[in-house]
């Protein structure tokens, strides 16, 4: 019941984190089942179709479900802790993005028992994701699903911005910022802008499914490349979503490990917000064999091939923090420091496709295969294990096996390049992607065999990774306020794990580096800003669950509200928006509840936190 | 711009070393790196461009990488605290400065090789016009001005160059010969991609499918056979001549009532499925049945063509054509009978 109601950040954290490790689960044995399949040539381990929904959830699900949300988990966990503040802006909302989040990944996943999956690619190019060529509701799961999922990843965005704008403690300047709450504000600025172009695609594929719309039917005047415009015009930021959190974590990892300051701080700000903003500018390189012509290819090429300069100036920064410092291989930097090189070369297989008369040969084939994964997987994953092994103590208390953390990243590497480098030479041999299973004597066996082999060891790594989480968490939760000695954050200034109210008093920053700043000079604390006082804090409430249940019944009621049942009084209530109806009375209902009942909240008495 | 040049000329050793190396990759008539015409060859040279460029980047970020996690490292009793550095002006505009330069370097060729591809031939009067129309499973291909219309295998003159018109019937496929050109989508909204390569060398070419169509997209492969001019003109009057019907009568009335209400043979009008005029002389029944009489790499093609007929779900899942046993009607003896013929069914 607490963590039905809760409004904590710090508890949200760990709810997103669950969640995130669930879905993220699911992908996993998703790919695992794909790799198996592709193990040989014309295996029949499974069959086309199952294969296409695989292929359709394992990526919708790991981009939408499995790692947005431990990204979330991360921003909750740490980002009110680093800029010196109690909760997020709107702690109500940041429940309710969670809880939307939940629901629509669950509604999304139920399609697997509830006749078929979506099958179109995560993409879902159109027309083979209309009602002519996709006539399940696999299809329906995925644009309400993620349209509800959306919704959670928008207020979480908005909410964060809030935060970080007004929220930060006392001489906290924008410039004296941590990296990783730097980053945090800037992915919060493209999901602002990015999601609702989702938002506004799927639900013209809704109507276009459900309501039999045409916007994307090309017999009735509709414009199926229309769809990928737009859905690319918030894919493209996407990926600069995910990617740029872990540009974050690795900027507070290596100074750490390091005992060094970031090097070149303004200039790692500057190439952030560069990043973000050529995002936006080159979602057509999605679409160069869509037939754009040579001008808007040539545009394309170019803008793209430039995102390389302010990732460059990235990577040289990190290697010249650690020039000249004390490097430790700590389970967290192992990760932070296996990140540089691997994501170095997605990086660079990036610029490559950036070309368009060469991305001719590598789109749709396994080259693009393996430059994503490269980029996912080796950045982000590798950026999302450091992280958590970083923070681990700070979230719960607990220190991870530092043994255990090893295996996870050797084996977790290992297997990574195992499985996705060769994936580089299946493209250019001429494997397309998205197949089910291929022709013998192609030269594609041996490859995909290896492929298929790492791919194993991956998800070794992974259950190693999941036994340490597990040995842990029957320890005492005993770790140190800075347990890993050398934090340079003000999160390290504080117990681990905090008290509800993070901060007994808001602490002074007086640089960059606050804690790091105030241990030089021989304090072991910060300097608080303010005096202990009474401090506010807002109730606990199931307002937010019961919305996203509300939101969750209405999307299945209108997904299914033009099929027949076996049973009348079924069809009564779905063909008549009833179900629907009902969904919307329990959100809009609780929204009434919300604004009618005024909850001031609480306060925590300065008696209580000196007695403590 | 001259300097520039030169920079990319100081590349060019490794290119061609690369070249060498890459162009060990994969089989000759399928793969991006052994490229066997004029378009998959300007795409392969961007790519060792890009490839060498990549590799030096590569080298520079891990020979440091290496250098500093070993130089270091944190020492057993290190306690004192390293100098906390700011960042240094020079240094940071130096790795600000040359990616810039590395990406002019690629991008100049990269403009004008896009440039180059857009160049469409269709209004060359020297080039073999050719309309692909993608349908789910199966490539159609009529050569306009020569009124003939095939499937699954592209017959063209060697060293000519095509002019492709692409379109599809049904959703978005994208038609992709690796070692003789990129991929080009074909689109569903009436807009009409053109392009065009060609093939110096006679020989058969695996094109493929590249866009994800179905459950059988991995199947939607087709040949593209380069022959020389004057066997490209007998193919055409062959594929021009009266169709042939099973000599046998009965036969014959079951293959035109089960079979012609979809498929064409000789000109006459196609259905939804593709044209089977001449199919005993194809590369491949269904795209993916490979024709070879030695069975290394596929089956005779009467084999073929009977694994089809009694089964097409089983050869390509999802496909739109009827059981011929189980929707049609069909007797094994007939269904064999009606394989026998299309295997004599051979073009001179
Ligand atoms: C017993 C009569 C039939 C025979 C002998 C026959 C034969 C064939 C053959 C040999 C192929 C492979 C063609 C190739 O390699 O290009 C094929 C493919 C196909 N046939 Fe038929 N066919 C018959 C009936 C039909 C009918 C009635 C339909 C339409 C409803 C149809 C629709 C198709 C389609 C759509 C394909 C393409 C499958 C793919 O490759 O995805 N066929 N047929
Ligand atoms: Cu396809």
């Keep these: ?334 990760f932070a420091v296996g990140f540089i090189p691997t994501f170095t070369m997605g990086g660079v297989t990036g610029v490559m496709l950036a070309s368009a008369p060469a991305d001719f040969q590598f789109h749709d084939t396994y080259f693009v295969v393996a430059h994503f994964h490269y980029v996912i997987v080796g950045g982000l994953v590798l950026g999302l294990f450091s992280g958590l092994h970083y923070w681990w103590p700070k979230m719960f208390g607990r220190m991870l096996s530092e043994t255990l953390g090893k295996w996870t990243f050797w084996t977790f590497i290992i297997g990574f390049h195992l499985t996705f480098f060769v994936q580089h030479f299946l493209g250019l041999m001429g494997m397309q992607r998205r197949v089910f299973t291929y022709l013998p004597n192609q030269q594609f066996d041996t490859l995909n065999l290896v492929s298929t082999i790492g791919a194993g060891l991956m998800g070794v790594g992974m259950l190693i990774f999941l036994w340490n989480i597990f040995i842990t968490s029957r320890k005492p939760a005993d770790a140190a306020d800075d347990p890993w000695e050398d934090g340079r954050t003000l999160e390290w200034t504080i117990p681990s794990p905090p008290p509800e109210y993070n901060f007994k008093q808001t602490p002074l920053v007086r640089g960059i580096d606050a804690f790091w700043k105030e241990k030089l000079a021989g304090h072991k604390s910060m300097t608080p800003s303010e005096p202990v006082g009474s401090i506010h804090m807002p109730s606990a409430t199931i307002l937010p669950f019961l919305m996203s249940v509300g939101i969750f019944i209405a999307g299945l009621g209108f997904m299914f509200s033009r099929d027949t049942f076996g049973s009348d009084v079924l069809s009564f209530l779905f063909n008549n928006y009833i179900v629907t109806a009902l969904g919307l009375v329990i959100t809009f209902g609780s929204m009434l509840m919300r604004s009618l009942f005024d909850d001031h909240g609480w306060h925590i008495e300065p008696e209580e936190l000196e007695g403590r | 711009m001259m300097k520039t040049w030169q920079a990319g000329k100081r590349l060019l050793p490794m290119t061609a070393a690369l070249g060498l190396l890459l162009a060990g990759c994969g089989r000759e008539d399928l793969s991006v790196l052994r490229p066997q015409g004029p378009a998959a060859e300007s795409s392969f040279d961007l790519m060792k461009l890009a490839i060498t460029i990549m590799i030096v980047v590569l080298l520079i970020v891990y020979s440091i990488a290496a250098y500093v996690l070993i130089r270091f490292r944190r020492k057993p009793g290190q306690r004192e605290i390293p100098e906390q550095v700011e960042g240094n002006f020079k240094l940071e505009v130096i790795w600000t400065v040359i990616p810039l330069i590395l990406v002019v370097i690629l991008a100049v060729p990269t403009v004008k090789a896009v ?54 019937a049904d959703v978005l496929h994208s038609f992709w010969v690796p070692s003789l050109a990129g991929k080009m989508d074909t689109n569903p909204d009436g807009t009409v991609n053109r392009f065009s390569f060609s093939a110096p060398n006679e020989g058969v070419y695996r094109g493929k499918c590249a866009e994800l169509c179905g459950p059988s997209h991995g199947f939607m492969e087709f040949k593209v056979k380069s022959v020389s001019e004057a066997e490209f003109e007998q193919w055409l009057a062959s594929m021009k001549a009266p169709a042939v019907l099973p000599e046998d009568p009965q036969l014959a009335e079951t293959f035109k009532s089960a079979c012609l209400s979809c498929h064409a043979i000789g000109d006459g009008t196609m259905g939804s499925g593709p044209s089977l005029a001449g199919i005993g002389s194809r590369e491949s029944v269904a795209g993916i049945l490979l024709n070879d009489d030695t069975g290394v790499d596929g089956a005779p093609i009467l084999d073929n063509l009977k694994t089809w007929l009694h089964d097409p779900q089983s050869v390509k899942p999802g496909n739109y054509m009827p059981d011929p046993k189980k929707d049609l009607g069909l007797t094994d003896e007939e269904i064999d009978g009606i394989a026998e013929y299309l295997a004599g069914y051979t073009l001179d």
């Design chain 2, 115 to 168: 440039f180059a591809a857009g160049n469409d031939h269709s209004n060359d009067k020297n080039a073999v016009k050719v309309k692909v129309t993608g349908h789910q499973y199966w490539w159609e291909f009529e050569y306009t001005d020569y009124g003939v219309k095939t499937a699954q295998d592209l017959v063209i003159p060697a060293g000519k160059d095509i002019a492709f018109e692409l379109s599809t």
């Design chain 1, 1 to 334: 019941m607490d963590w039905i109601t809760t409004v904590d950040h710090k508890k949200i954290a760990i709810l997103y984190l669950w969640a995130g490790g669930f879905f993220f689960g699911i992908g996993g044995l998703e790919a695992i089942l794909i790799r198996i399949q592709l193990i040989k040539p014309m295996n029949t381990f499974l069959d086309a179709q199952t294969f296409n929904e695989l292929i359709t959830m394992h990526g919708t699900t790991m981009i939408f479900l499995g790692v947005m949300p431990v990204i979330f988990a991360l921003m909750n966990a740490v980002i009110p802790l680093q800029i010196g503040a109690r909760d997020v802006a709107f702690p109500f909302l940041n429940a309710l993005g969670f809880w939307t989040f939940l629901f629509g990944g669950l509604l999304l996943n139920l399609s697997w028992v509830m006749g078929g999956a979506p099958d179109a690619g995560w993409t879902s190019y159109t027309p083979l994701s209309s009602t002519t060529y996709s006539a399940t509701h696999g299809v329906d799961f995925y644009t309400i699903g993620l349209q509800i999922a959306g919704l959670g990843t928008l207020i979480g965005g908005i909410n964060f911005l809030a935060t970080i704008i007004t929220m930060r403690a006392p001489g906290m300047s924008y410039m004296r910022m941590p990296m990783f709450a730097w980053t945090t504000f800037i992915t919060s600025a493209i999901i602002l802008f990015a999601f609702p172009a989702i938002t506004v695609g799927l639900v013209l594929l809704t109507f276009d499914r459900i309501l039999e719309a045409n916007f994307f039917n090309p017999l009735t005047g509709g414009n199926p490349v229309l769809w990928q415009h737009i859905f690319w015009i918030f894919g493209h930021p996407e990926v600069y979503i995910l990617i740029l959190p872990a540009f974050g974590i690795i900027s507070e990892v290596i100074p750490t490990f390091s005992r060094k300051r970031l090097f070149g701080y303004s200039s790692m700000v500057f190439a952030t917000i560069l990043i973000a903003f050529l995002g936006f500018m080159v979602w057509a390189h999605h679409m160069f064999t869509t037939g754009l012509g040579p001008v808007a290819n040539a545009l394309f090429s170019v803008s793209t091939m430039l995102i390389a300069v302010p990732t460059g100036i990235k990577i040289f920064n990190w290697l010249f923090t650690m020039w000249g410092g004390q490097v430790r291989f700590t389970t967290p930097n192992l």
